[in-house]
C-alpha cells in the first residue's frame, strides 16, 4: 500500500476563498509525524505545517491549517483566503521512527492554481 | 544564514562524465538525505545518513555515491552520467529524534544530462 496518498493532481481556486489539499496515510507507526511542503515554480521545497501523531489539535500555522483525522488516516491542509502566491505544488508527507532512523514518505503531489 | 545549502544550483555535463554536488547544513541535524526529483514532481528517496550508518535506497544504481565528510556535509558523486540521470536533486536535513523531526530541504540542483 502507498504510504501517503494524494488523489487530486491538479486544483483550481478562486482568490481569496479557501481550498482543501486532501491526504491520506498509511502506517503501523505509532509516533508518525505529518508535513506538508510548498513547491512554487521557482523550484525550492518550502515547510508549510506539522502535525504529530499524538497531538490532539489541529496543527495551524498563519493560513495554513491541517485537519487531521486520525481514525480515518487523514491529513488534508486547508489554505484559507487564497492568494496568487499560492499557485504552487503541495506535497504531503509523513515521518516513521524506526530503529535504523527517520524514514520519510512523499506524495506525488497536487498542482494548485490560485485564479484571480 | 541559509540552513541547507547545495551548490551548483544548475549542472550541465555530457553522457559518461563523472560529477559532484555538494550539501552543507548549519541546523545541527544528525541526519542527512538526498532526493531525486523527475520531470513528473515525484520525489524519489536516494540515501540517507547519519554519522552511524548508511541507508541506501536499493533501486538507485550504484554510479551514484554519497560521501559525508563530516555531520554537516553530504556530497553526492554520479559517476558515467547518463540521459536518465536528468532530474532536479535535493539534499536535505532533519533530526535523528525529538520534536517534530522537521525535514529541512536545501534549493535544489538541477542536473541535465547531454
Known amino acids: 500500500a502507498q504510504k501517503i496518498t494524494q488523489t487530486q493532481p491538479g486544483m483550481f481556486v478562486q482568490e481569496k476563498e479557501a481550498v482543501t489539499l486532501d491526504c491520506t496515510y498509511d502506517?503501523?507507526?505509532?509516533?508518525?509525524?505529518l508535513f506538508w511542503y510548498k513547491q512554487p515554480s521557482s523550484g525550492e521545497m518550502i515547510f508549510l505545517i506539522y502535525?504529530?501523531?499524538?497531538?490532539?489539535q489541529n496543527a495551524t500555522e498563519g493560513r495554513y491549517s491541517l485537519n487531521f483525522q486520525k481514525a480515518r488516516k487523514s491529513a488534508n491542509l486547508v489554505i484559507s483566503a487564497s492568494q496568487l502566491g499560492d499557485s504552487a505544488m503541495y506535497f504531503c508527507?509523513?515521518?516513521?521512527?524506526?530503529?535504523?532512523?527517520?524514514?520519510?514518505?512523499f506524495g506525488t503531489g497536487t498542482s494548485l492554481t490560485v485564479i484571480p | 544564514d541559509t540552513a541547507v545549502s547545495q551548490t551548483p544550483k544548475y549542472l550541465v555535463t555530457q553522457m559518461g562524465n563523472d560529477k559532484s554536488i555538494k550539501c552543507e547544513q548549519n541546523?545541527?541535524?544528525?541526519?542527512m538525505y538526498w532526493y531525486k526529483q523527475d520531470s513528473k514532481k515525484f520525489l524519489k528517496i536516494m540515501f540517507s545518513y547519519n554519522n552511524k550508518e548508511l541507508i541506501i535506497n536499493e533501486t538507485v544504481p550504484n554510479r551514484f555515491s554519497p560521501k559525508s565528510p563530516d555531520k554537516a556535509h553530504l556530497n553526492l558523486h554520479i559517476n558515467s552520467l547518463e540521459l536518465g540521470d536528468s532530474a532536479v536533486y535535493f539534499c536535505?536535513?532533519?533530526?535523528?529524534?525529538?520534536?517534530?523531526?522537521?525535514?529541512?530541504f536545501g534549493p535544489g540542483t538541477r542536473l541535465t544530462v547531454l
Open positions: 502506517t503501523s507507526d505509532p509516533s508518525y509525524g
Open positions: 541546523l545541527g541535524h544528525d541526519t
Open positions: 536535505a536535513s532533519s533530526p535523528v529524534a525529538g520534536g517534530t523531526d522537521t525535514q529541512y
Open positions: 502535525q504529530g501523531s499524538y497531538d490532539q
Open positions: 508527507a509523513m515521518r516513521e521512527r524506526s530503529n535504523t532512523g527517520n524514514q520519510f514518505y
